[in-house]
Nanobody
Framework: QVQLVESGGGLVQPGGSLRLSCVVSGSIFSIRVMAWYRHAPGKERERVAVHTRGGETNYANSVKGRFTVSRDYGKNTLYLQMNSLTPEDTAVYYC?????????WGQGTQVTVSS
């Protein structure tokens, strides 16, 4: 069983930055693939960033060069550093872990980019 708890969302002005955190119960080292997704009203859920246990990362074209995903094994935490935010980044952001053939999700954290 894996539990994920996100935090770090909020209201930010265009051009600003936020860092999302996802704290994982148990050992994050045992989870081969973790990811951040987002879901905006009226849009399909989008996979934003992927981080593998081997350190490989992958990003959606819409966030490349602006977002960075990382994993702190000592703190059992997955991060998403988001820079140069635009209103199009407004969404609920979810942490995802793929472990033992199952998908696990956090409760989500709201990110709103607005002036």
């Amino acid at each position: 069983q894996v539990q994920l708890v996100e935090s770090g969302g909020g209201l930010v002005q265009p051009g600003g930055s936020l860092r999302l955190s996802c704290v994982v119960s148990g050992s994050i080292f045992s989870i081969r693939v973790m990811a951040w997704y987002r879901h905006a009203p009226g849009k399909e859920r989008e996979r934003v960033a992927v981080h593998t246990r081997g350190g490989e990362t992958n990003y959606a074209n819409s966030v490349k060069g602006r977002f960075t995903v990382s994993r702190d094994y000592g703190k059992n935490t997955l991060y998403l550093q988001m820079n140069s935010l635009t209103p199009e980044d407004t969404a609920v952001y979810y942490c995802n872990a793929y472990f033992n053939g199952n998908d696990y999700w956090g409760q989500g954290t709201q990110v709103t980019v607005s002036s």
